[in-house]
């Protein structure tokens, strides 16, 4: 069975469907596995999607199986681009949000290896201040093992 995390991961990046300048699925450095560094995060695109492991699984057992529940988090890291505003990177910033809970509501039912998957929670997580913006998903991810 694969990660629950390399699963979410492969699943928003092959379902994305922004084709907007700045958003399209190649503007993005995708990746899982331990959040990256924030001096190396931006080298190569202004969009970073990481994909992490919240928790351990927790199983409930019976006799006949055993049900997992990890929780997989989503941080979309966007660097603000000195020559536009600052609502055209919130209005960046809501397109990849309700797009990633598109792809995870259509995927609940049917994502490979898991039964259940549906978004928990959705935080921003920017400050006034800083040159960068974060919107962090927690999702919530249901198999059996």
């Known amino acids: 069975m694969q990660s629950p995390v390399k699963t979410i ?3 928003v990046k092959a379902n994305w469907s922004i084709v907007a300048d700045g958003l399209k699925v190649t503007d993005i450095n995708w990746r899982y596995g331990e959040p ?3 001096s190396s995060r931006f080298i190569q695109r202004k969009i ?5 492991e919240m928790t351990t699984p927790k199983e409930k057992r019976s006799l006949i199986r055993s ?3 990890k929780v997989v988090v989503a941080d979309f890291w966007i660097l603000l681009d000195p020559a536009k505003t600052r609502e055209s990177a919130v209005g960046d910033k809501q397109k990849i949000e309700d797009e990633v809970e598109r792809i995870v509501q259509a995927v609940e039912l049917s994502a490979t290896d898991l039964d ?3 978004v928990l929670v959705t935080r921003s997580l ?3 201040g800083d040159r960068v913006m974060r919107t962090q998903f927690e999702i919530m991810c249901q198999y059996q093992r």
Not at 48 to 52: I, V
């Open 9 to 11: 991961h492969d699943l």
């Open 36 to 38: 990256e560094d924030l």
């Open 48 to 52: 970073s999607a990481e994909f992490s």
């Open 67 to 69: 049900v997992a529940r």
């Open 116 to 118: 259940l998957v549906h």
């Open 126 to 128: 920017d400050s006034e």
